[in-house]
């Protein structure tokens, strides 16, 4: 993940900035770069490879200036060489960016028809150039930005520096963290704390779609409607700083809210996001010779898992059997050596999980790890790696792995597709398209938490509570009972939608509340169906929808969740996000610890 860093300072920044982006290095990056300001001229010096080659330079041309910032770049768009490493610059001004400007492509051609040029095969340039082309009609630099964010579609965090401007950064968060650090006489921006901890152990946070104006006297924060709101300044003790929770109250919180970021690095490690198309892979089996594919897991992973199944047997046109992994171990499966097996896994040391790998490898088939911690057993005992990029996930409770799981199986998925012939160039570039919008749209979803926690209230009450979904909802109707049964000690249940009438339907009554996940897909109007059933019944109906769903359903329904349009492949992603925080919420209000749920241990290495 790239990293950034801003400094105000009373000296010398460069060697600040060097340094608080060594603290930056364990997100992982191929390229570094700064800028700082002599004598009010913007200068800058990048290198590709590691911060060592950032120094050889800044050894061999020293850079001067009392004001500057700092990047780390992770590369997305572009490949990892010195022209494409950040700062980036536009007249008068350079800008550090980390995530993704989705609409990067519209803007480009915009600003080319205006006459503009491109440096780098980078989003991140037309962040900057936005703001030259908001400048250039005689905007201050403040009103510049805040006219230029509006323009700005993604999930990202962005500091802004100005030529001539030595007491002044902008920093903006909508999707990426971004954290202020206050010292004395001197200001900071940095991606977290760790990055600042050398400068202050005083730090506040931007709220989501929050902007930042940064001087040397302080930070005057903005909200996205542009009203001057406070942030809370926090001592940090150095540390603590790893397990940091920030603005929020529980680290599930805060990582629910991590979603857009890693879920979007997460697509970057296995989409080219300039070309639209999938990097190579490196399968461990011809996709092409493969008749069946296995995936194991278990709890939040193994959901993950079934809904790799219903995209790779979509995409991949391939016949997929799922289990949890503590049946799998034990009942003596044939294991084809011809096969592939996906294990999925946020720690990489889930016991059975780990058995059941064993197991298969026994058995001569090839497999891939779909894993968060890269270092552990699952990760390298299997094949080839899958990573997801969540970052350290501290709340019992799995959210933002879970999300970064659904994007790498939805990647393989893909890719699978495309090695065997079953998609073409043309499906799979709409397909992505249509997956990197996630991002983007989680962070939209994450704006549903106030509403969502109105109608936690209600299934506080509830003694049982019934989850329904059909396609690629089922399994998350699935997660949302489990999410709720280990977070509030609510007994929740998940069914496919369509099996309501084969048994369940017989607990429709007032006090049971029916959560229905009903994306605008191809099955939607059968969902709709369900919910009559559940309304003809007296039945208390609670819908995660697109606007238009409460409507189309035509039923009493006591709650909506409006969600954003998402397209009809990829909306598990996007709708996990309001099933966490009904979990989240309903534990929170209930007076349950949200992170640390009794009898759960984050990582089971035990049978
Ligand atoms: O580390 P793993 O992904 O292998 O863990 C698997 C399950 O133990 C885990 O997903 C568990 O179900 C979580 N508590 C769910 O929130």
Request: with cysteine; glycine share 10%.
């Amino acid at each position: 993940m790239c990293g950034i860093v801003g400094v105000l300072a009373q000296g010398p920044v460069a060697g600040s900035i060097v340094a608080a982006l060594k603290r930056l290095e364990y997100r992982g990056y191929d390229s570094a770069g700064i800028a700082t300001l002599e004598d009010g001229r913007l200068q800058r010096r990048r290198a590709e490879g590691k911060l060592k080659n950032l120094e050889a330079k800044l050894v061999a041309e020293p850079l001067g200036g009392t004001i500057g910032i700092g990047h780390t770049r992770w590369a997305t768009h572009g490949k990892p060489t010195e022209t494409n490493a950040h700062p980036h610059a536009a007249r008068g001004l350079a800008v550090v960016h980390n995530g993704i400007i989705e609409n990067f492509k519209a803007l480009r051609e915009e600003l080319a028809a205006k006459g503009f040029g491109f440096a780098t095969e980078t989003d991140t340039e037309v962040a900057a150039l936005v703001v030259e082309d908001e400048m250039a009609s005689g905007k201050t630099p403040v009103e510049a930005v805040s006219a230029a964010l509006k323009r700005l579609r993604g999930a990202f965090a962005l500091v802004y520096l100005f030529e001539g401007e030595e007491d002044l950064l902008i920093g903006a968060r909508q999707g990426a963290p971004l954290a202020v650090g206050y010292g004395d006489g001197e200001m900071y921006l940095g991606s977290d704390a760790l990055a600042l901890a050398p400068f202050t152990d005083r730090v506040a946070y931007l709220d989501e779609g929050d902007w930042v104006v940064v001087t040397r006297k302080g930070a005057e924060f903005h909200d996205a409607a542009g009203k001057v709101v406070q942030r809370r300044v926090q001592v940090s003790p150095a540390g603590s700083l790893l397990a940091e929770k920030g603005n929020y109250r529980h680290f599930m919180a805060k990582e629910i809210h991590e979603q857009p970021e890693v879920v979007g690095h997460t697509l970057a490690h296995y989409i080219d996001m300039s070309a639209m198309r999938l990097k190579p892979f490196d399968w461990p089996v011809d996709p092409k010779t493969l008749s069946k594919v296995t995936i194991i897991a278990c709890g939040t992973a193994h959901v993950a898992g079934l809904v790799g199944k219903y995209w790779i047997e979509r995409f991949a046109r391939l016949a997929v059997e799922i289990d949890v992994a503590s049946e799998f171990r034990y009942r003596e499966a044939p294991v084809d050596p011809n096969g592939l097996t996906i294990v999925v896994s946020q720690s990489g040391e889930t016991a059975d999980t780990l058995a059941s790998l064993k197991y298969v490898k026994e058995h001569g088939s090839k497999t891939i790890g779909v894993v968060n911690v890269p270092t552990s057993s699952i990760a390298r005992l299997t094949d080839v790696a899958a990573p997801t990029l969540a970052g350290p996930e501290i709340g019992v409770a799995s959210t933002k792995a879970f999300t970064c799981q659904l994007a790498a199986m939805a990647a393989l998925a893909l890719g699978l597709g495309k090695a065997r012939g079953t998609l073409s160039d043309a499906e799979e570039a709409t397909l992505l398209a249509e997956l990197v919008s996630t991002p983007a749209l989680i962070a939209e979803a994450l704006k549903l938490e106030r509403a969502t926690e109105k109608i936690a209230q209600a299934v506080a009450r509830a003694r049982d509570v019934l989850y329904l979904g059909r396609g690629t909802s089922y399994p998350l109707a699935l997660e949302g009972a489990l999410k709720l049964k280990e977070l509030t000690y609510i007994h929740a249940e998940g069914y496919a939608a369509g099996e309501l009438k084969h048994g369940p339907i017989a607990l429709i009554d007032q006090a049971m509340p029916v959560v229905v996940i009903a994306p605008h897909d191809p099955v939607f109007e059968k969902t709709v169906s369900n919910m009559q059933e559940v309304a003809a019944r007296g039945g208390w109906l609670i819908l995660i929808g697109e606007t238009h769903a409460k409507a189309e359903a035509a039923v009493e329904i006591e709650h909506f969740l409006p969600m954003p349009e998402v397209g009809a492949n990829f909306a598990p992603i996007v709708y996990a996000v309001p099933v966490q925080m009904l979990a989240y919420y309903t534990a929170v209000i209930m007076g349950k610890d949200a992170d640390q749920p009794r009898n759960l241990a984050k990582s089971v290495t035990v049978e």
